[in-house]
Each structure stands twice: as structure tokens, then as C-alpha cells.
């Protein structure tokens, strides 16, 4: 038998196609748009690096980008300590244990633009439990006309979304720490805050990098909640990437700009989600070898 | 150090237990001595670490009491009792470093900066870790991680007692050896009262000065290891100590005769001449005798066919069949074994009675 057959490559052949049509070739569409200009009927210019230097010049985008930068950063804030809370007062077994995975299971189950519809009815002052209730309490609250209201509104519709998952994947962190290692807590006589401290959390860690991942992601992708509950207002205080990307490219069809943009937007994901990663790990590595 | 007493203690892991089966640890009445070193043996299930969790206070006994010093402390918690241990797979906390690890105990208790460092360096010098103190523990070896977490018990001076529940389990084969030796060095220097759990009798016995066997939840003999050896209470003390274990033969006694009837054929039986008289006994007789006090040859004793013959080294072991019974004989390396028509004699001083798996014991003894 020869030693290298290159034959071998054909196996390669049904990954390389499904890649090709599931990622490559859509994305390299999105590349083709960013690059070259059209004026319509069909043709196409040359066009360089020129909607990325708009882009990237653009005071609306840069906009933009700042209120999704506050946005994952308040809602990882509030959800990673909160879900960490939730898992540690979890029960631990039996039925109320089954009870509680179940619920906390029930809003990640929830279609995106089921959970926008729910806090939009939920959140209006003339038929909304909650603006009602408020209203009927006195506080001046509106989310379509207010700033504050709508960021409020948003924030705590995206905890109460999403918080489960963070709860869920810290409670199956803790879950697969050994017994021992309370018992030898309780031998070293350690605090409830010590063990949180130097056990749980240190346990929890590999979970919790990934939670905070898809968190992060996922919140610096968000569309179908907010564009449902306040369609990116009052003015455009609640617009966001994904939000002000749909304007540009199926309100105004600058497809030219919306492409160049689109590849930025991947691009930080990537960057911001890599360089996380890659921190964590290392990380790691280094407290092992030390 | 203490001592410790179990008084009438006996645990179920049930709410209600309703009979004897119920119980995973039977009724135990023992005193541990201060300063001594124990082994518990027994197979996997049979409650060893359940005994040794109830006198850490991890588990709270259905019944009885325990005293540390004639002081009742049933139901103090684990941290009240001042005692310490290790586990089978090694705890340390991992973002601290092996000096910290080492000073846990001691801040939680509030002890002055100068006075912890100081026990560190101490117990870090006894142990060997004084080089990697300032190494994090995650990424150290299973044997340092177990040193650290011996360590940890060590380091508070007032230790009532030191616990083992299986620490040598995930050690490789090599280092076993050194750290069964450092902790027997330990016991000699400092005289702490360990309880050391293990399945393996190899570790229960050069471990331990006295071994406390256990057996479907109850204790079956204690004793020092060459009693185990030479008078095993019990047919499950003589099988599940010694390589091989005890052969373990039905017989009927007759004074100083045990009968031990062919298994295939009901009509002849074998005679074993015994050290001395028995009477009365009741329940299932059983005779046992260590394959070391068995001897092979082609004149004298019992018929036998031999099966197979393994060469361990030093000497060899015999399998064969008495009427349809296997023994292991053990043959020292001159001996010969005959190759064919090979009999078999017992050493009748070392030739065991038991009845329903209990030893006869000479009343006059």
C-alpha cells in the first residue's frame, strides 16, 4: 500500500460542499455587495474600500454601537450575579429541584418575538398589567415616550429571558462539584462566603466563560425583542446594530453600506468573542503551570 | 489526640429501619485508643465509610453515642469536633496556592499571621511541600494534592484525630508506596490517632497496628495483623485476608475429627485430624485452613487432584480439589509436588472450626 494517497482528499469533499453553501458562499455574497457600488439595473461598480470608509465615519453607526455596548454591558451585569444567586438557592434534588429546572426552563423556550409581544401588551399604560399598574400608582411611566422607561423596559424583559440560561449552566457547575469538598469546607470550618469563594466559583468558572459568551453574543445581536416592543424608540434611544442594519438595508436598500456594515458587525463578535476566549483560557493555562 | 468511644452505635440510611437488614452499619460497640493506628478493612458497601463519616459528624447516627474523651459529641457538628480528613479523591482549592491551601484551616479559625505562617512551614517541611509552596494547587500531582490535603489537617494542633477514607485510590502504583511510608513516619513522630479506610489489605496491614475488619455493615473481628492472620474470627476475615485466601471447607465435627464429605459423592467423606476437642457445636459447620498450613506430598494425607499450578515468585500456589472441594495449597520453593496421586495434609494446629461463619473459640483459652 502506498504510504500517501491523495485520493484521501475526495472523503474531504462532502464537508468542503456543505461549508461552501452553508457559510462561504453567503457570506462571499455579503463581501460582494460591500465592495462594489450599483445604480441600479443590474450593474455593478467597482468600489473599493469605500462603504467601510463611510461606515466607519458614520456618526449614526457609531451611535449605534455605543448603545450596544451599554446594552450587553448592563444586561451581562445584572444576569451573570443574578443567575449565579439563582442556581446557589436552587434545591438540590427532588421533586422542587425537577420543579424549578422546568420554570426556569419556560422562558428560554419562549420564540423571540412571542417574549417582545408579551412585554409590549404587558408594558402599555391603557391595557398592560404593569404600565397599568404603575399608572395607577402614580409613576409616570411610558416606555414609547420615555428614554429611561424604554431602556427599563428592555433591560428587565431581557433578564427575565434570559437570566435561566446563566442559572441553569451555573447550577449544572455545581452540581458536578463532589461532596467532599463541602465536607472538607465544613472539616477546615469555612465560611458560606469561602466556599462560594474558593470552591463554587472557581468550579463554576469553565461554565461561566461560556455563559457569558453566548450572552454576550447573543445580546450584541439583538433584533426581534426590542424592534417588537418599541421598534427602536422613542426617537432611536433603542435602536440597536441589528435594528439600525435593517433600516439601512431593507428601509433605505443601501445594500452597499448595509454589506460593509454587516462585516464589521461579524468581525467584532468574532474579535470581542476570541479575545475572551482566548484571556479565559490562557488564563488557566497559566495557573496551572505556575 | 483523643480517644474514641463508640457506644451502641449502629446507622441506617433509611427513616423508618425495620429489621437488621435495614441497617448499613449494625451495632458497634469500640473503643478507639488514643495514639493508635487503624485500619478499617472491607469490601466496597460494607459500611466502613459510613463509620468513619459518623465519627467525622458528616453523618449523624440512627443510634448510639459517640464520646471524644468521655465527651458526648453526637450530635456536634463536623468543625466542633476538631478531627481531620482525607478523601479518596484529593480536595485542595485549586486558585489558592499550596501555602494558603496549607493555612486555610487555620485562618478560618482566627489564629494570628505569624503563628499560621509559622505551622505552615511546619507541616510543609514534614510533608515535603516546603518547595512548592508558592505554586498554585491546581495544576500539582494527585500525590501532592493528597499531601496538601493531609497537610491541612495537620496543621491544627489540637486534631482530635486523623481520618483516611480511601486516600491512595487515585495515586500511581509507585508513589503509593512512598506515601504509606511517610504517613506510617508521621503516626511514629506525632502519635495522632488515625483511621485509615481501605479495601485493600496490603494498605490495612502494613499500615495499621490494629485492623478492624468489616462486613455487610458489621465489624467482624479486630486485631492485629497476624492475628488476622493465624485466627481469623470469621470464614470472611480468612478469605478476604491473605493471598489466597483461607480454604473454607463443610465438615462435620466429631470430637477431634472433622469429616469433610466429597461433594460428588455422598457416601465417602475425608478426615481431618483437628489441635483439639469440640462439642455441641450448632448451625453450619465449616472447617478453615490457610493454603500456608496445607502441605503437598505423595505419601501421606488426603487425596487430591491438582488443576493448576501458579509460580508467584517466591513460592507457588496450588490449585486442587478435595472431593470436589477447591483448595489452595501454598508450596514453599524447594518443595516438589508430586505429579500425580498428590496428598494433602492440614497443620491440625492452625486448622479452624466455625459455625454459621463464626470461630469456635476454646473455652478454656
Known sequence: MKPVDNRAWFLVLPVLVLVAFSAVIPLMTVVNYSVQDSFGANEFFWNGIGWFDDMLHSERMWNALGRQILFSGIILA??????????????????????????????????????????????????????????????????????????????????????????????????????????????????????????????????????????????????????????????????????????????????????????????VILLVSWAFYTVMTNLDREDAQR | MAQITLEGLAHSYLPNPRGEEDYALKELNHVWADGEAYALLGASGCGKTTLLNIISGLVRPSQGRILFDGQDVTDAPTAERNIAQVFQFPVVYDTLTVRDNLAFPLRNRGLPAAQVAERVQAVARMLGLSDMLSRRARGLTADAKQKISLGRGMVRQDVNALLFDEPLTVID?????????????????????????????????????????????????????????????????????????????????????????????AGTAYAVPLGRGYEGLAGRVEIGVRPEFARLSATEGLPVTVTRIEDVGRHRIVRATLGGHPINVVAGEGEAIPAADAKVTFDPGHVGVFADGWRVEDPLR
Open chain 1, 78 to 267: 445584572i444576569e451573570v450575579p443574578l443567575g449565579i444567586f439563582i442556581a446557589l438557592n436552587m434545591p438540590k434534588k427532588g421533586f422542587w429541584a425537577s420543579l424549578c429546572l422546568v420554570l426556569m426552563a419556560l422562558p428560554l423556550l419562549i420564540p423571540w418575538n412571542v417574549v417582545g409581544t408579551i412585554w409590549q401588551i404587558f408594558g402599555r399604560v391603557d391595557i398592560g398589567l404593569l404600565g397599568h399598574a404603575l399608572a395607577a400608582l402614580g409613576m409616570d411611566y411610558n416606555y414609547t415616550r420615555d428614554v429611561l422607561d424604554a431602556w427599563v423596559t428592555i433591560v428587565v424583559m431581557d433578564v427575565w429571558h434570559w437570566t435561566s440560561l446563566i442559572a441553569l449552566l451555573a447550577y449544572a457547575g455545581l452540581r458536578s462539584i463532589p461532596d467532599a469538598y463541602y465536607q472538607a469546607a465544613r472539616i477546615d470550618q469555612a465560611s458560606r462566603w469561602a466556599v462560594f469563594r474558593y470552591i463554587e466559583l472557581p468550579k463554576m468558572r469553565g461554565v461561566l466563560v461560556i455563559a457569558i459568551l453566548l450572552r454576550f453574543m447573543d445580546s450584541f445581536m439583538i433584533y426581534t425583542e426590542p424592534f417588537v416592543v418599541t421598534g427602536g424608540g422613542p426617537g432611536n434611544a433603542t435602536t440597536f446594530l441589528s435594528i439600525d442594519l435593517v433600516k439601512l438595508a431593507l428601509g433605505q436598500f443601501d445594500l452597499g453600506p448595509a454589506a460593509a456594515f454587516s462585516l464589521m458587525y461579524f468581525l
Open chain 2, 173 to 265: 502504583p509507585h508513589m503509593k508506596w512512598e506515601l504509606r511510608t511517610q504517613l506510617k513516619a508521621l503516626h511514629r513522630e506525632f502519635g495522632h490517632t488515625m483511621i485509615y479506610v481501605t479495601h485493600d489489605q496490603t494498605e490495612a496491614l502494613t499500615f495499621a497496628t490494629r485492623v478492624v475488619v468489616m462486613h455487610e455493615g458489621r465489624v467482624v473481628q479486630i486485631g492485629t495483623p497476624q492475628e488476622l492472620f493465624e485466627r481469623p474470627a470469621h470464614t470472611f476475615v480468612g478469605y478476604f485476608i491473605g493471598s489466597p485466601g483461607m480454604n473454607v471447607l463443610p465438615a462435620q465435627v466429631e470430637g477431634n475429627v472433622a469429616l469433610v464429605e466429597s461433594a460428588g459423592d
